[in-house]
């Protein structure tokens, strides 16, 4: 992730969740909270709920990499920590992607015009 950091502390998802604004679709919620830097840091939470470890670890590298694709698009300074529903425990990496697309919409956290989903090569617009 060129842009971003993680969020690795326990503190740091919790002011998050605490003090965020958040959006939820059927495969996951997205808290966003401005940290006043001009990085963004990504966090990924997926329960046990979700699936065994492979599961979950799988869900975190789809989650991760819709992003990483993606990231020139989102505002900087910013906090975002991604959960994962149990619902997203068996989709593609196609509707990892729009989901996380379509939550990034719902906050206006997006800064062009126009996206090209390179999944599915459709047009998203704000």
């Known amino acids: 992730m060129k842009f971003s950091d993680s969020l690795k502390r326990n503190i740091d998802f919790q002011n998050v969740y605490q003090n965020g604004?958040?959006?939820?679709?059927?495969?996951?919620?997205?808290?966003?909270?401005?940290?006043?830097?001009?990085?963004?840091?990504?966090?990924?939470?997926?329960?046990?709920?979700?699936g065994n470890s492979v599961v979950r670890h799988r869900m975190a590298r789809l989650v991760r990499e819709s992003y990483r694709l993606h990231e020139s698009i989102f505002n900087s300074g910013l906090d975002i920590v991604v959960v994962v529903r149990n619902s997203a425990s068996n989709i593609s990496y196609h509707e990892m992607e729009s989901a996380l697309l379509h939550l990034a919409k719902l906050h206006h956290i997006r800064n062009d015009v126009t996206i090209q989903c390179r999944s599915k090569h459709l047009l998203l617009r704000p």
């Open 21 to 50: 604004k958040s959006y939820a679709n059927k495969y996951l919620v997205m808290y966003v909270l401005e940290n006043n830097t001009d990085q963004n840091r990504l966090g990924i939470s997926a329960s046990k709920k979700v």
